[in-house]
């Protein structure tokens, strides 16, 4: 192989590699970290979708939060509540599978009693959940939408 060739073949290679891992980051977070990134006060809409990879109703609305991220006023959190284990075998697959693009974490926290109820006290900490606001208004939803519904929902925002 002639050294341009070889030189080429580096830069491909460093390039796939960047590329993976950089698709394959997943935060895990506790909830004292999670807080902060479900109280944002900037002038955004924010949308936190409380989800797994297990739960079918949850995946099926993923696109909406897709769509609705790709609206600059809108920033939209995946918090997944897959099991730490499943990481690199269920929640990074999924993510590159279906080309997320909003931030996703993984929320890894055993006191689920004490979160769930910092959430929202009327959280019986069924999937999907969703939190919705903006420095006027903030709402909770333990449900899944149609695109239709979350879209209007949205939109009063």
């Keep these: 192989m002639t050294s ?4 080429i073949l ?3 290679i460093l390039i796939n590699y960047i590329s993976f891992s950089q698709s394959a980051e997943v935060k895990t977070v506790n909830y004292d970290e999670l807080k902060p990134l479900i109280n944002k006060g900037g002038e955004k809409t924010y949308i936190v979708n409380f989800w797994a990879t297990w739960c079918a109703p949850c995946i099926k609305e993923i696109p909406y939060y897709e769509e609705l991220n790709k609206n600059p006023k809108i920033d939209v959190l995946l918090v997944s ?4 284990n499943h990481i690199y075998s269920r929640l990074i697959p999924f993510i590159k599978k279906n ?10 926290d055993s006191n689920e009693n004490y979160f769930i109820n ?13 939190i919705i606001y ?14 239709y519904e979350l879209f209007k929902l949205v939109k009063n925002f």
């Excluded at 341009?4 to 030189?7: G, L, S, V, Y």
Aim: proline share 6%.
């Design 4 to 7: 341009k060739i070889k030189k």
């Design 10 to 12: 580096f830069f491909f």
């Design 81 to 84: 509540l897959d099991f730490p």
């Design 99 to 108: 080309k997320i693009r909003s931030e996703v974490i993984l929320l890894n």
């Design 118 to 130: 910092e959430i929202n006290p009327d959280w019986s900490g069924a999937l999907p959940a969703t």
């Design 134 to 147: 903006n420095r006027k208004k903030r709402v909770f939803f333990e449900k899944s939408f149609t695109k």
